[in-house]
């Protein structure tokens, strides 16, 4: 089974809206962490937003805030305002067991972000 | 450095030649990672280092694979007898274990990859 899902490969945002992008993740493991990465062309990988398992509120980082519902397993990213250089490719991503562990990133397939002007 | 440094940035290989990658991560950062990124799809993780040792290899997709650290910095990746479907982008990625909230998180820092193409 898959442990982390992006079902929407692409989608188009009207410059200055929100955008929701879905991420739904399987394990067992009681101690977890969400990650959101962004890809733009230049193929980088930059850091947005975390979520742990235990974590009571939602993640916020600026225009960035994650959705987290722990019962339905799923961690959606909200871009607020978008931004023409919000283009690229998202990549949400699960950290299974304690951070402090070295316990590896398992990443999701993508969701390809184009915001038009 | 400042970032991961990642190297070549680009190598173009024939099929059945052996590549070396390289990867300088950040200073201090004794955790680090290779993963795999085939053209339009997600990172497949490799192998990790703590210090020098790999204590999960686990990505690795064959024998043809091999990675080592040296003086728990620069870690080379090499891939032996190339093959088509090797052609990816190889990122390497680190993360610090004595400060910072990334030893909570274990968000990765990652490099700019090397492109590797196999004709």
């Known amino acids: 089974a898959q442990k982390i899902t992006q079902t929407q490969p692409g989608m188009f945002v009207q410059e200055k809206e929100a955008v929701t992008l879905d991420c739904t993740y399987d394990?067992?493991?009681?101690?977890?962490?969400l990650f959101w990465y962004k890809q733009p062309s230049s193929g980088e990988m930059i850091f947005l937003i975390y979520?742990?398992?235990?974590?009571?509120q939602n993640a916020t980082e600026g225009r960035y805030s994650l959705n987290f519902q722990k019962a339905r397993k799923s961690a959606n990213l909200v871009i607020s305002a978008s931004q023409l250089g919000d283009s690229a490719m998202y990549f949400c991503?699960?950290?299974?067991?304690?951070?402090?562990?070295?316990?590896?990133?398992?990443f999701g397939g993508g969701t390809r972000v184009l915001v038009k002007p | 450095g400042a970032g991961v440094s990642q190297s070549p940035s680009n190598k173009v290989t024939e099929k059945g030649k052996d590549v070396e990658l390289r990867c300088d991560p950040i200073?201090?950062?004794?955790?680090l990672y290779w993963y795999r990124q085939r053209l339009g799809q997600g990172l497949e993780f490799l192998i990790y280092?703590?210090?020098?040792?790999?204590?999960?290899k686990s990505g690795l997709p064959s024998d043809r694979f091999s990675a080592e650290r040296t003086g728990e910095s620069v870690s080379t990746l090499t891939i032996q007898r190339t093959q088509q479907e090797d052609s990816a982008v190889y990122l390497c990625?680190?993360?610090?274990?004595?400060?910072?909230?990334?030893?909570?998180?274990?968000?990765?820092?990652f490099g700019e990859g090397s492109r590797l193409t196999v004709l």
């Open positions: 990625a680190s993360t610090p274990a004595t400060s910072g909230r990334a030893i909570f998180t274990g968000e990765l820092f």
């Open positions: 394990t067992s493991d009681p101690s977890y962490g």
């Open positions: 979520q742990g398992s235990y974590d009571q």
């Open positions: 991503a699960m950290r299974e067991g304690p951070g402090a562990a070295g316990n590896k990133l398992t």
């Open positions: 200073s201090g950062h004794t955790a």
């Open positions: 280092f703590q210090g020098n040792s790999a204590p999960d």
